[in-house]
């Protein structure tokens, strides 16, 4: 009996969290993201820090969004939290989401949000001045090739002159077991410490796995080069970070 | 790589969310109680609940809190809610759980707090009037063979025309398709449509999975045949049910 355990319903479980949240009029214990690991790892989240307002985002999400300009793609735009503000400061923003849940959410938000990845930009998106991987989602570089990659894409939507700016987290500024024990296990199978392998999950309802690199700044450098990516600034809080990254072809 | 995936590490994860929720006093949005079902479904639900003033309860466990009398033993006590007012208006109280932690958060709250299952009563709890199986802690009954084990060691700790005060929950009241398909499994397998096999889980860690069950009013009184306990009083809203049961040996 024990060992007869079905496996989730692969499916849009972020979309579906986001929608929960926002079809209560965003409030806070309703639905919750549950990130899985696979090393068993399961981390909870309030879905509701996918709507918070720009007073409430960590400081280096602001310190990156302040540095926004011109036209704007926000990749990973989730509910469309960094978005809309930018939106409405002036700025013409598109959102990116490969979740089709949260490009309904923001799309009801009055997000200008399209259904595509890093991996495959969608086609007539047009050129950005800048570009952001904001709520740590330089951590969908992925990996040492993928962010090669993902550069590149994002690269080619870029003008030249244009920025990346983007907030990852240093894996290493933890003392929880678990994690040091997942850090020691990547290395052993020739991955980057903070190289995560997760799904989201919902209920009955699981995301594909996905992997998502935390990774320290001084590495991020290293992942850059080679790039038309040059590090131009950064900005360090606790165990985050933000980057402002120049495109010079 | 996808499917070399470990499991968690079998421990005491429901007593580790309540200490962290303790440990910020008592604060919502921090810790996360995970329920996940053996079909894959994963549940969440705020730690912050376990430490809910009586205003906050469900009316169930109002209504069944209310018609406690003399010493009271509170089973599945978890971080004490119920036993603290009760021992506050001059109960006697103890309180039973078979989370190390649990009993931890529970007795540094000032409860008399005991580690303990159902199945196996420590001894020398001495007898009681009251039995409290509330917050919806009727699911500890688990199934037809297991809930007369637990209501004869329930009735041999009971004074002959003591009280057993429980709630539950009515698991038909839902249109989640999730949970039909769930029933519909159990029935397959011949177990009662809301018997739950569950484990409690929060990071690595995860409880051993037990049986709960959500049974339906009518089919309570179906398992109390033949057993010292007789249907006083009942009280249902919504979902929920309160009983009131009479020991008469």
């Known amino acids: 009996m024990a060992e007869d355990h079905r ?10 969290i986001l929608k929960r949240c926002m079809d209560v009029g965003v409030a806070a214990g309703v639905a919750h993201e549950i990130v899985e690991r696979d090393d068993g790892y399961l981390g909870v989240g309030d879905a509701v820090r996918y709507f918070a307002a720009d007073d409430e985002w960590s400081p ?3 310190w990156a ?3 926004a300009t011109g036209r704007v793609l ?6 469309g939290r960094h978005a809309l503000p930018l939106a409405r400061k002036g700025h013409d923003v598109v959102g990116l989401d490969a979740s089709p849940g949260a490009v309904d959410v923001a799309t009801r938000r009055g997000v200008t949000a399209v259904l595509g990845t890093v991996e495959q930009l969608p086609p007539a998106l047009g050129s950005f001045d800048t570009v952001l991987l904001l709520g740590n989602n330089l951590g969908l570089l992925a990996g040492p090739g993928h962010a090669r990659t993902v550069l590149a894409n994002l690269a ?3 003008r030249p002159g ?3 700016l983007g907030t990852g987290l240093d894996p290493h500024h933890t003392n929880d077991e678990a994690h040091l ?10 991955r980057l410490p903070g190289q995560a392998r997760l799904r989201i999950r919902d ?8 992997d998502y690199l935390f990774v320290p700044l001084a590495e991020l450098r290293e992942l850059l080069a080679e790039t038309p990516w040059h590090l131009r600034q950064a900005f360090e809080h606790e165990a985050g970070y933000a980057v402002h990254l120049d495109h010079r072809p």
Do not use: K, M, S
């Open 74 to 79: 926000d990749v990973g735009c989730g509910a």
């Open 162 to 164: 244009g920025r990346l």
């Open 156 to 158: 080619a939507a870029t």
């Open 181 to 190: 024990a997942y850090h020691d296990r990547n290395r052993q199978r020739g």
């Open 203 to 210: 209920g009955a309802v699981a995301t594909e796995w996905f």
């Open 65 to 67: 969004c302040d540095r």
């Open 7 to 16: 496996r989730p319903v692969i499916g849009d479980a972020f979309g579906t």
């Open 60 to 62: 280096v999400d602001r």
